[in-house]
């Protein structure tokens, strides 16, 4: 009877460790080889090994420390090589953004253009981001592009990027993302923008060192994007985090989903500015607007805000009952709702509390702003490179 092999192999284990070294460097930077041994529980010999090998690939580079005055021999500073870099593609509902992202995170190019609100053709939106695309990429011909990270404002499954739902886009069941990637010839993933939002907060945000993170964006609906203990929430196919369509109040009116009384029915941004006799479909200045004047004194911009921040309250509350979350991190106008009326907010919360005090639970605007979504995109892409850095061939890496 053959004997049972247990344990994993030398090849996977050192795929694995290259995979650890490289994510390192990636998200927290240059750091010494010394550091490393350290970090990472390996021996210096181990680190020496995969630091070559890493180098050799074109991925990081080696340096003897600046200004080191200690006697002996220095340990060496590893980087990420920054001409290694992913495509980051964020379609909101107002715009298109597209950015060439190094590795370790820099931001070597950016793009923007604005569209109206509505219905857009999935042929012309891929269109009009391959063009966005090819010329972030031509402005650095030196760089190595590893892949392509797109966030959408909709429901994306999981196994094949398909959207399934993209209301604010009038998309359904629409295969962007087989379509963007053979127009442009690389490898895309696509995620929900509430989803890549969450990563982006977990990694390079205020959640960083947070497993529990709930990240909720607002616009013209309310997305949520959930990590629990450290995993992202999918669900089956990958459309878990709809909390916008939570039920808050049975009496309210129809929600585009066929619902009543959806919780981004009270508290997305249409509403505010309709609360505030404001024009619906103003976007993020018409929000900004709006709460200027309700901090000025007007009475009906402030009594907008005000009911905003008390369905706000009602919706993270149920938010933290559902998932118990260590931070909640706001995006988009909710953010804005909430530096305005935190106070309120928090009062609500206060009034309803079942297993998590308010204390127990950080809720706070997003640092990262309107970008979270774009830096989860990228991450998102980077994602094929820190599993396997070992994919990528030598003779690519002396091409770059």
């Known amino acids: 009877?053959?004997?049972?092999?247990?344990?994993?192999?030398?090849?996977?284990?050192?795929?694995?460790?290259?995979?650890?070294?490289?994510?390192?460097?990636?998200?927290?930077?240059?750091?010494?080889?010394?550091?490393?041994t350290q970090e990472l529980g390996l021996n210096r010999s181990t680190i020496g090994d995969l630091s070559t090998a890493l180098e050799e690939l074109g991925l990081i580079s080696e340096d003897a420390p600046v200004g080191e005055g200690r006697s002996g021999r220095p340990s060496l500073v590893v980087a990420p090589r920054e001409d290694n870099a992913v495509v980051a593609v964020d379609i909101g509902v107002d715009r298109i953004v597209v950015a060439l992202v190094a590795l370790g995170g820099a931001t070597l190019e950016r793009r923007q253009r604005p569209h109206q609100?509505?219905?857009?053709?999935?042929?012309?939106?891929?269109?009009?981001?391959?063009?966005?695309?090819a010329d972030v990429r031509s402005a650095r011909p030196e760089v190595r592009s590893h892949g392509v990270g797109v966030s959408v404002p909709g429901a994306v499954r999981a196994g094949d990027g398909l959207v399934r739902f993209a209301p604010n886009l009038g998309w359904v069941e629409e295969p962007f993302t087989a379509?963007?990637?053979?127009?442009?010839?690389?490898?895309?993933?696509?995620?929900?923008?509430?989803?890549?939002?969450a990563l982006a907060e977990h990694l390079r945000g205020v959640a960083v060192g947070r497993d529990n993170v709930a990240y909720l964006s607002g616009s013209v609906g309310v997305g949520g994007g959930f990590l629990v203990g450290g995993v992202p929430l999918a669900g089956a196919s990958g459309y878990a985090g709809e909390v916008g369509h939570l039920q808050v109040d049975s009496a309210g009116t129809r929600c585009r989903c066929g619902n009543t009384g959806c919780w981004e029915t009270k508290v997305g941004e249409n509403e505010l500015l309709t609360l505030a006799g404001r024009l619906p479909g103003g976007g993020p200045e018409a929000v900004a607007e709006v709460i200027a004047a309700a901090a000025a004194g007007e009475e009906r911009a402030g009594a907008a805000l005000d009911e905003v921040a008390d369905w706000t309250g009602v919706g993270l509350r149920a938010v933290i009952n559902?998932?118990?979350?260590?931070?909640?991190?706001?995006?988009?106008?909710?953010?804005?709702?909430?530096?305005?009326?935190e106070q309120r907010i928090n009062d609500v919360l206060d009034r309803w509390t079942l297993m998590t005090p308010r204390s127990e639970v950080l809720i706070t605007a997003s640092p990262l702003h309107g970008d979270a979504p774009l830096v989860g995109a990228a991450e998102l892409a980077f994602t094929p490179l820190l599993a396997n850095p070992a994919s990528v061939r030598p003779a690519e890496a002396a091409l770059a």
């Open 117 to 133: 609100r509505g219905e857009h053709d999935v042929v012309h939106v891929v269109e009009s981001v391959a063009q966005m695309v």
């Open 179 to 197: 379509i963007l990637g053979e127009r442009l010839g690389l490898p895309v993933s696509a995620g929900n923008d509430a989803d890549l939002g």
């Open 322 to 341: 559902l998932f118990n979350p260590e931070v909640i991190v706001l995006g988009g106008h909710l953010a804005e709702v909430f530096e305005a009326r």
């Open 1 to 36: 009877m053959a004997k049972k092999r247990t344990g994993i192999g030398q090849e996977e284990l050192r795929r694995n460790n290259m995979s650890q070294l490289l994510s390192r460097v990636h998200l927290s930077g240059p750091t010494t080889r010394a550091a490393l």
